[in-house]
């Protein structure tokens, strides 16, 4: 079999380079947008629970204001009572703008903590100086990154501005660039809580509880016990959890690029399908005589599809590494569109085991179903009758109830969207549930796409004069 592949396929395939390598293009085409799509996906995600894990530390809930005002500092030590809390810590946090030498140099997100307490949740690694001292009213702490970045050192005064105006401050120290030196892409700030409290107006008053868990107690057990326990005056936060919301806002998205991913791998699979049909006629020689000593008809479909599996592989890997390359761009396009707000550095940029088998073996499946039209097609054809002339050779006349099917699922793909367009813009509660629209959109796309790859070949064939017979070299078997 090895040998008959070298000689039948290998050999074409060496004189007929153009076409093996639009072949291989519309497997490339296909699988880098599922790749690209894949990564963008799974790196912004990712990107964002490593923030989010990084800035909480040890937090295994957070109790947030549900009011501008913010919360009562009494707050915490309410929640350090209840059962299964191992600590409650008070932060006050805010965005400020910081001026170095009269000149505004960027925003800070700026944390006031309590020194002692907050080493239960965070841990922050020092680099340089002192830390503060706690109740310390000018001193500061900023990333080693973003110092460097306006440069500034540990003793180099800066001022930022709140409430009530300018407060200068001096750099005490840096962060290293570990842990909570990663929020908001470094651009970041402890002070004491009370100093933060003053410079922001906001006296007796805290952001957030970041609530640190005994060993053992379950985080959705606790949340309950807190929120029973505040009755309302707050809303409590399992921190983990919070990629949903970044889940939501790449919904929309998400459908844009799952659409850009389903053309393309159709695209793909008819490129494909009509280049495979062209050379399975132009071997139709070599094929019937292989038929007429005997071969048997399994052993010429394996050959096709064998063929296909071997040019979707090579596609694949083209596939993957251009899809890696195009998430790069992607990716950092994306995470400014949509995650602008959370200021998340794309760092976990990389292709999983799941993601390379994904791609490596969607090329040979895309290839060898793609070409099981042409095989199949051509063994249909008798031994004699395959060595005919290509201009007189005999192909089987498109069907009535094949013609009707694939207008059938075009007008049912075209006629849903267009269906679901009208009642989406009549139903409020469906506009809101975004998975459901981008799942019905692109099952809609994808019978419409379907539809129109199976009525193609239909409309193109026409009779050439004699019954049975059609210029054009494909139909669907």
Avoid: C
Wanted: glycine content about 8%; cysteine-free; hydrophobic content about 50%.
């Amino acid at each position: 079999m090895l040998t008959l592949f070298k000689t039948f396929n290998l050999r074409y395939l060496a004189k007929h380079k153009l076409r093996i390598t639009t072949i291989i293009f519309g497997v490339t085409l296909g699988i880098i947008m599922v790749v690209a799509t894949a990564l963008v996906n799974q790196s912004i995600l990712r990107s964002y629970h490593s923030l989010v894990d990084t800035a909480a530390g040890k937090t295994g809930l957070q109790v947030l204001s549900n009011t501008r005002s913010g919360l009562p500092a009494s707050i915490a030590d309410e929640v350090a009572q209840i059962k299964g809390v191992k600590a409650a810590v008070p932060v006050v946090r805010s965005d400020v703008f910081a001026f170095i030498n009269g000149k505004q140099a960027g925003s800070l997100l700026v944390y006031g903590i309590d020194r002692k307490k907050d080493t239960n949740a965070r841990s922050y690694e020092f680099s340089a100086g002192r830390q503060f001292r706690a109740g310390e009213p000018d001193a500061i702490v900023l990333t080693k990154a973003w110092a460097n970045e306006k440069g500034l050192k540990t003793g180099d005064h800066i001022n930022i501005t709140g409430s009530r105006g300018f407060k200068e401050f001096k750099i005490v120290d840096l962060l290293s660039d570990t842990g909570p030196a990663h929020a908001n892409l470094g651009s970041f700030a402890i002070m004491d809580i009370n100093t933060a409290r003053g410079l922001l107006n906001k006296a007796g008053k805290i952001d957030q509880v970041d609530v640190v868990l005994e060993d053992g107690e379950k985080p959705n057990i606790v949340q309950d016990r807190i929120k029973h326990k505040l009755d309302g005056r707050a809303e409590v936060e399992i921190p983990a959890t919070r990629g949903t919301e970044v889940q939501r806002s790449m919904e929309s998205m998400s459908i844009f690029l799952d659409l850009a991913a389903m053309i393309s791998i159709f695209v793909g699979a008819f490129i494909i399908f009509n280049n495979l049909e062209i050379s399975v006629e132009e071997r139709r020689y070599g094929i019937g005589t292989l038929r007429a000593l005997g071969l048997p008809r399994k052993k010429i479909f394996t050959l096709v599809i064998f063929e296909a599996i071997l040019l979707g592989f090579i596609g694949s890997i083209f596939g993957v590494a251009i899809g890696t390359l195009l998430a790069n761009l992607m990716s950092t396009a994306f995470a400014d569109a949509i995650l602008s707000f959370e200021r998340i550095r794309i760092t976990d940029l990389g292709v999983t085991p799941q993601i390379f088998i994904l791609g490596i073996l969607m090329g040979p499946v895309m290839a060898a179903i793609a070409s099981m039209g042409p095989a199949m097609r051509m063994l249909r054809v008798a031994p004699l009758e395959a060595l005919r002339p290509f201009e007189t050779a005999w192909r089987p006349r498109p069907k009535t109830w094949k013609l009707v099917v694939s207008a059938l699922i075009l007008v049912i793909g075209v006629g849903s969207l267009l269906i679901f367009v009208y009642v989406l813009e009549n139903n409020d509660k469906l506009s809101q549930n975004m998975q459901l629209i981008g799942n019905f959109i692109l099952a809609s796309i994808f019978l419409t796409f379907l539809g129109s790859v199976l009525l193609m070949p239909h409309l193109f064939l026409y009779p050439s004069g004699s019954k049975g017979r059609a210029h054009l070299p494909y139909e669907w078997p």
